[in-house]
């Protein structure tokens, strides 16, 4: 299944999406909305490397698997918050968006529960996970091995 190994990729490629990874990491974003956003992403992209990567991390981090099942179909229930949801939201504003979309009625739900720079942040982090599910969709790595570190 592998098509590209990490040992094939050019010099430095696979550090410039670890470092925006890592400069995530450091901005303090809450873990749990950090993990439902690329549970979500990863599930509308379609990357099953990515999700049973986030999975197996967000139960390990101690969230639910019925959470994590029913990301996809967040607005049929009643686990999330209205704080998730409006993360959830923006995730797939920004995932799907059409050219002829914006996302002033997103950001609209977003304000009473973040900053703008908690905004920016939220997008970075959606940004990040769909560059990684279109990186690893290419490279193709196989699904379903992935073991979480400590």
Known sequence: ????S???LPAGMYQVLLNGENYLHA?????VLLKLIKMRVSLINSC??????HYKEAIHAGETPLRLI????WRETNYYTPREQAVLA???TLTYMR???NSDHIHDGLKPFFSKEEIAYLTLAIIQINSWNRFVRSMGPEPGQYKVNG
């Open 99 to 101: 050219p002829d979309e």
């Open 48 to 53: 099953a490397y990515c999700i049973d990567m």
């Open 1 to 4: 299944m592998e098509r590209i």
């Open 27 to 31: 901005a303090g974003i809450d873990p």
């Open 70 to 73: 029913s990301v996809g179909v």
């Open 6 to 8: 990490a040992k094939d």
């Open 90 to 92: 923006l995730a797939e």
